[in-house]
């Protein structure tokens, strides 16, 4: 090790020029060890991954289930008879996740930074899941044996309406033909 380190102190003497290359070259090992050993910052394009992660046919089961729910609860409604259900949907199932807030002191102002909260141990970190968001409903047809009584229709709109938060006009009723 005194051989290296005298090596070393006969390269420094050389000049300003010698010691800037070698603190460059310093730092390029560095960075160089840190891919190598898997340490890394949590950087905004990995950010922007999680908060961009949507499911890609979790919207289709969604509307599935819808269907076979309301249609079970609408046959219970005197009246309706059986019925067929079919549920439109906008959007795509999102993830939302928990995200801690960084007050930064500046000299001259305050800035925040967003950070996802991950949990885990090791290599195995996730970021942690604050809720899920459902596609919007974005209309429904039904068709049932009741279909062409104005008092069936009347409790069917609302129902639906009220179990979806969906407007009248986006809830189409017809008879089962």
């Known amino acids: 090790m005194n051989k290296a380190a005298g090596h070393l102190k006969r390269?420094?003497?050389?000049?300003?020029?010698?010691?800037?290359?070698?603190v460059g070259l310093l730092g390029i090992l560095l960075i160089f060890l840190s891919e190598i050993t898997g340490i890394k910052e949590t950087g905004e394009s990995e950010n922007a991954d999680?908060?961009?992660?949507?499911?890609?046919?979790?919207?289709?089961?969604?509307?599935?289930?819808?269907?076979?729910?309301?249609?079970?609860?609408?046959?219970?409604?005197?009246?309706?008879?059986?019925?067929e259900v079919m549920v439109t949907v906008s959007g795509t199932e999102e993830y939302i996740y928990a995200q801690e807030e960084k007050i930064k002191n500046g000299e001259k102002d305050f800035s925040t930074e967003n950070e996802y909260v991950l949990i885990g141990s090791?290599?195995?970190?996730?970021?942690?899941?604050?809720?899920?968001?459902?596609?919007?409903?974005?209309?429904?047809?039904?068709?049932?044996?009741?279909?062409?009584?104005?008092?069936?229709?009347?409790?069917?709109?609302?129902?639906?309406?009220a179990a979806?938060?969906?407007s009248p006009s986006h809830i189409y009723v017809t008879k089962l033909g």
């Open 122 to 161: 090791g290599g195995e970190k996730q970021a942690l899941l604050k809720k899920v968001v459902n596609p919007q409903i974005s209309g429904i047809v039904i068709i049932c044996e009741g279909g062409d009584s104005n008092i069936v229709k009347e409790r069917v709109y609302s129902s639906v309406s």
């Open 50 to 83: 999680i908060q961009n992660k949507v499911s890609t046919c979790a919207y289709e089961d969604y509307a599935q289930d819808m269907e076979k729910r309301l249609e079970k609860i609408l046959s219970k409604i005197k009246g309706v008879g059986k019925a």
């Open 164 to 166: 979806f938060e969906i």
């Open 11 to 22: 390269f420094l003497k050389g000049g300003k020029v010698k010691i800037i290359v070698f």
